[in-house]
């Protein structure tokens, strides 16, 4: 069977990139001989790459323009950004600079390298652990779809109680299951999501079945299921968030770098020792 | 439960794009209608409700969820309508995010150029220990202008000149404002900071080529931010430069040290400005004679910094052997005055009136004016006609008594010498002064013709005067001044004192200064004065200076030399053992010819493999800069 | 009579009549006259009368001067008998305007950019609401809840086109009704007129049992489309025109299933899928021998193999595919008989033509090619019986085809293990469409792959059937489903229609934003929404276009190939 189709793209672009770059640091060398200085050249290299870089904001907002398909956009994204470091190692050399202008752009460039990095891992790990979930859910409805869960299980407890009477199960509900299925996760679940809780209210629940009417023993069926559907949109609202919310740090640090590297392109040109 | 929450999802096109989004989202309660695009709430019913009689019934939509149960009001006002403080889209809180940081950023920036840390914001690192203790005087937010000609201009005005480089002084300009010593300043940006006639042809027009092709005007416009950037910290090298740098104008192409550069052919190059010393004479003759070791190191020592001492000087190394034979040449003196034999009486039969003339000195034409009275003679324009007639190289015992002219010369010349005589009787500095400025064709200082009467006074040509002229006998005979009068010679003398008479050594100075039109006073000047039998035998090794003609009393010390292209330091070399043998380098050359054309060692040129044995990348280096210097001609204080 | 048949063996469809205004006198009338007086109603079996037909599967039809009665291009699922009056086939394509169309202006690349600076509108704004007929040269009709659309100048039209008269007694439509392809040119009413309209089940009953009918509409595809369609075939490339004279004319007409099939996708109470597979008409089942090679005409079939107490999907075929090839190859090769390895079943209505076994042997098989006829025959090999006809598992070729989204042609699939569900796809919609998205990204999960409800633009449109004004239609150069967004009238028939619920009502709002209310009923006005496939835009769907992870596409699932490719990347 043949190479699948996304591995050999991404040998191909890896190959790509590196004659990419050697082809591109070639030149230093004649740069350099030639008295010019290559700082000069692999920081307009590093500044059309940066720019590039960031043009891809713009690409996305303009989906019908004959531009080339954004997925290609982004693979360019994804090897130029990479191979940025190696242009940003050439431009500064593998030193820290020492000013201040310079050393906030440095950090600014590795800053938005690393976070990039990050949703590069971010973007190929978390589909797939959202994709296993037995439902898929829109971010935006899942506030909604939180409110359906309570209410639903609101409707079976209390059709229960209607039934039979007994509270063992309302009171089990009242304290422990409503705060959870009603709240949205904390910002810590965000971070690490984790079936603890779950486990420990299905627990919980299955514990208390022995003392539960017929009745209640359905509605306890039926606020199983809810758990785990409550768990399931739990990990997709703090998986899909962490998604989100890591593109507001690229997006910021992309920001600070582009303007710092402006302020550093200007003070660079004022400040060389002429064209001479 | 499978599709629990695809089944619920059935309610229209989702909106993630809207910049808004109701405040009821939150609570899984959002009303159908959304927020305007300006995040208003517009209060929208739910239904229109339907007037039936005097009721109204509702007519909420079925796929809203059909009629309500509260229902309208008696007025027939919808009952569901929803209120909220609309709130802003994941996306819109994301693009308010990142402009506002970029805001802040650009805010920031604009704040820190306004205050006085603007400078300390832009520098980009500290200066070298050099260059920054001269700055550390100025005030931090003129510092820049020190050296950058945008330092003193505002955020936007360094936006105008990034974009189009602005008049004024460049920054070179500023760099050469201290570097006064790239002389001269008008060559600081020319390539090796020579006049460009002085590179060769061919490098000229590959020079040309590159920098046109790099977008230069001229090959003398190389910055001299193209080599050396600041900013790179308090050690940092500002001279290190890349060997393919080096090559960038240069015709000739080559890889490495060991690869492609060119031989030496004349490398050790005896200096134009030397000592005359054959090494070869001395270590196979006359040391061999006299059966002594010729050892390098015994002249060849090495100085505090290590390096070695081109000579220990005529005292230690020389005068063992060489003084005895210095000194007995010059017992004879150095005449000033001396009248040569004169028969005054074939002069006066002839027509030509010699004037006086001393008694002990008439008898048949004989003898030479010595070479300080021809110079001092040659003064007066008739005395000068005189020489030229007879020429300066005249023995009197060589004249030609049958032709008068040449009599009437030597007349005139006779007169001369007696006037000569009586006039130095008056104040002799002064009267060599006044001569020597007419002879040189410039205006010879007081001190300087000091120098070359030494501490005679008017006494001893007066004494010398009566005695020869008048007869009187004098006292006066031999002074410690070192001035005597030979009555036998009919001669006023100086006596040199030994090796480096400075008396001798500043009319020796005079001599090569003479200018060209005296050629044949010069020569007759220097047959007397520099020849090998010459009183105190100088110039056998105080030779001229190919160059200028100036006799060379002493080695140049290193700091009065040129800044070579090429420099080579030894103390570094003989440092290991198999090099402490000067041999190992330098060879004798087998034979020695005497060029007129250059000075020519009396060494075989060095082997370039001798050196590329340890000068190799990653051995001892190849660096262009170990041995070649870019800036040259500029005297070394600058190094 | 009708009401002498047992209840039992009355045609379901016969619960809801066609119309309910039939009466009996009406369809004893019809009954005397042409072509009802020439039909034997003893050649209909009893569950199934002539008169029931007529009583259940038919309705008049009254039209003025102008009405549009079929659109070139619209599919339709009834045919038209003229009973009075006259009306006027157009002999050449009428302008897309004339038939209240809106052909997708092309936009330019200044457009394309233009999200860059656009502010956000409110949803769904549409600033001129009243423009149902703004083109001028067709009107909208609103009577007896039956709004038609008309030609308002039909002088005109008739001078400047070539047309031909119908006249009372004949029939037309009834080609397209039946194969479910798009009517092949625009009739309208030329002066008042009565149609009887009879809707496909009907006339198909009609045409089992009368022989003439039949033998007329055979004839008809046999003059139109069948030698472009054996041409088409790529089994018969290499037969001489006179060898395919042969086989043209040894082709049988087969026809099998409902097109009626979407209705159990959307039912509530839809049956399971094994089933459903139950139910599928056999067309030829495995371990028997095979009559002859089925081509697809029209419809799907699928392919499946005996399976434990079931049967599991091993492929599913589209218009042009051929079934029992294979075994007919070997059969040729070897001598012996080789029985099918295969059930063929009609997924919804199949249309199918027989090339007879022998015609196969004697005409077809000699032209092949040896190798192709033995790699052919290697397929049909009893040793293979693991092998499969596609790459894709049993399990999503039954999922394909039990969701029926083998009827996609640009089926919006995303695959799940890529989407970061940045939602640059809606955005990218949205963008294209005014600020409005024309899809929701949700929808059935298989394994890893979302069909999200995005319009799949279906090989067979069943939206397209029952609107009214012919707004919602198909693109003749493209293929593309599209809404005339002016003459839509919000009617839902659509969005009802579509099985996949990949058409949405949305309410549209005015110049100011706010929802816009029918002052008759107080009910907003709602009108169809659904994808277009960004046809007005270069660069093809902007969901495509726009997706950062090559995780969404849009895909032609009518042959699993695509899919197949696409989903092993």
Known sequence: MSIRYFKRRRVRSALLLSAVLIIAMLPFRWIDANLWRTEEASGWTLLLAIIVLTLLALRKRVPTAPLGRVATWVQVHLYLGLGSAALALAHVGWKWPTGWLEGSLYLAYWGTFISGVAGLYLTRTIPKQLARTGEQVVYERIPRLRRLIADESQRSVVNAVAESGALTLANFYQSQLFPYLDAPRSWWYGLRPTSELRRKLLGELTSLNRYFSAAERTAAERLFALVRKKDDLDFHAAKQGVLKGWLFGHLCLTAVLVLLSLAHMVTVLAFRGGPG | MRNFFTNAGGEGYDRPHDPYECGHTESGEACRFGPTPSGKCEHHAECQPLRSGVTFKCNRPEKWGGPCEAGPSAEGACSRVKHCKPMRSLRSKRRRLVSSVALLLFGAGLLLLGSRWSREVIVPGPLTSVHAQILNRTATQERCATCHPAGNESALGWIKTALHTS?????????????????????????????????????????????????????????????????????????????????????????????????????????????????????????????????????????????????????????????????ASMTGGLALWN????????????????????????????????????????????????????????????????????????????????????????????????????????????????????????????????????????????????????????????????????????????????????????????????????????????????????????LPTPSERPRPFTHFAHAPHVMLPELADCAACHARAAVTTVSTAQAQSDFAPLQKSTCVNCHQPHA???????????????????? | MPTTQPILTRPQRWDEPFAADMSDELVQRLLGIEPFVRMNPADFPRSTPLAGILRNDARVVELRDGDLIVREGDYGSSAFLVLHGRVRIALESLAPDLLGRESPKRLSLWQA???????????????????????????????????????????????ETRTAQLRAGELFGELS?????????????????????????????????????????????????????????????????????VVEKAVEFQSFGSFDWHHDLTKPNA?????????????????????????????FGRVTERFGEGDRTRDYLAKGAAFGAAELACTTITGAPTPLRHTLRAVGQLDLLLIPALTFTQVIAPTLPRDDLHRL????????????????????????????????????????????????????????????????????VHDQFQFAHACMHCADPVCLIGCPTGAIHREQTTGVVQINDRTCIGCGTCASSCPYTNIQMVEVRRRDGVIAID????????????????????????????????ALVRIDLTSPTSFANWSAR
């Not at chain 2, 570097?179 to 020579?194: D, G, I, K, S, Y």
């Not at chain 2, 460009?196 to 003398?220: M, N």
């Not at chain 2, 001892?620 to 190094?639: E, I």
């Open chain 2, 339 to 554: 009248a040569p034999m004169i028969d005054a009486d074939a002069l006066r039969t002839a027509g030509a009136d010699p004037g006086r003339w001393p008694a002990a000195a008439e008898g048949d034409f004989d003898g030479e004016f010595p070479a300080l009275m021809k110079l001092l003679l040659a003064a007066e324009p008739e005395s000068a006609k005189a020489f030229d007639k007879l020429g300066y190289d005249l023995n009197l015992f060589d004249l030609d008594i049958d032709d008068p002219a040449a009599l009437r010369a030597t007349a005139i010349l006779a007169q001369a010498s007696t006037r000569l005589l009586t006039e130095l009787a008056g104040d002799p500095s002064d009267l060599v002064r006044r001569r020597m400025s007419v002879v040189l064709g410039r205006e010879v200082k007081s001190d300087e013709a000091a120098k070359l009467v030494a501490l005679l006074t008017n006494a001893q040509p007066q004494a010398a005067a009566a005695t020869w002229y008048d007869g009187k006998p004098s006292n006066i005979s031999e002074s410690a001044t070192g001035w005597r009068i030979d009555s036998a010679a009919v001669a006023l003398k100086y006596q040199p004192i030994g090796h480096a008479d400075p008396v001798l050594q500043a009319w020796l100075d005079i001599v090569a200064a003479l200018p060209a039109e005296r050629t044949s006073l010069r020569d007759a000047a220097l047959a007397e004065l520099a020849g090998p039998k010459s009183i105190g035998q100088c110039a056998t090794c105080h030779t001229q200076s190919m160059q200028n003609q100036q006799f060379v009393w002493r």
């Open chain 3, 519 to 550: 002052s008759l009923t107080g009910q907003p006005i709602v009108k169809a929404a659904k994808c277009d496939l960004c046809n007005s835009h270069h660069s093809g769907p902007a969901c495509q276009q726009a997706c950062p992870h090559d």
């Open chain 3, 377 to 444: 025959a290697a397929e049909a090999a009893p040793v293979k019986q693991s092998s499969t006809a596609t790459p894709l598992a049993d399990r999503t070729l039954d999922f394909l085809v039990d969701q029926r989204f083998i009827n996609g042609v640009e089926a919006m699939v995303i695959n799940l293990d890529r989407c970061t569900r940045c939602d640059d796809c809606v955005r990218a919609c949205a963008a294209t469409h005014d600020g409005n998205p024309r899809f929701v990204r949700d929808g059935m």
């Open chain 3, 177 to 245: 009704a039946l194969a479910r392809t798009p009517r092949s040119a625009t009739v309208f009413a030329d002066g008042a007129v009565t149609l009887l309209e009879i809707r496909w089940q009907g006339l198909r009953d009609l045409m089992k049992h009368t022989p003439a009918l039949q033998s007329h509409i055979h004839s008809m595809y046999r003059q139109n489309s069948l030698r472009v369609h054996l041409r088409e075939t790529p089994l018969l490339a290499n037969l001489s025109a006179e060898q395919l004279s």
């Open chain 2, 167 to 327: 008049p004024g002084p460049t920054q070179t300009d500023l760099c050469v404002k201290c570097h006064t010593n790239l002389t001269p300043a008008e060559f600081a940006t020319n390539p090796h900071t020579v006049a460009s006639e002085a590179l060769p042809e061919k490098t000229r027009a590959t020079l040309a080529a590159f920098t046109h092709s790099i977008g230069l005007g001229a090959p003398d416009e190389v910055a001299c931010s193209r080599c050396h950037q600041e900013h790179q910290g308090a050690e940092f090298d500002l001279k290190a430069i890349t060997n393919a740098r080096c090559q960038a104008c240069h015709a000739e192409q080559f890889g490495s040290f060991a690869h492609g550069h060119p031989e030496f052919t004349s490398w050790p190059r005896a200096s134009t400005n030397s000592v005359a010393f054959d090494h070869s004479s001395h270590a196979d003759q006359h040391f061999a004679q006299k059966q002594q070791k010729f050892d390098c190191r015994s002249c060849h020592t090495a100085s505090s910094t290590g390096e070695m001492r081109t000579s220990v000087g005529y005292d230690a190394a020389c005068a063992s052997c060489h003084d005895a034979a210095l000194k």
């Open chain 3, 271 to 299: 049956p399971d899928f094994a089933q459903r597979i139950s139910r599928e008409p056999i067309v030829a089942e495995e371990g028997e021998l095979p009559m002859g090679i089925l081509l697809v005409r029209t419809g």
């Open chain 3, 113 to 159: 950019l233009a999200p860059l600076w656009r502010k956000p509108k409110p949803p769904e704004l549409r600033p001129s609401l009243s423009a149902r007929d703004a083109n001028g040269k067709v009107a909208l009709r609103n009577e007896q809840a039956q709004p038609r659309v008309f030609l308002q100048d039909v002088p005109a039209v008739i001078g």
């Open chain 2, 620 to 639: 001892a280096g190849d660096q262009c800069t170990q041995c070649h210097n870019y800036h040259v001609g500029l005297p070394s204080g600058m190094r």
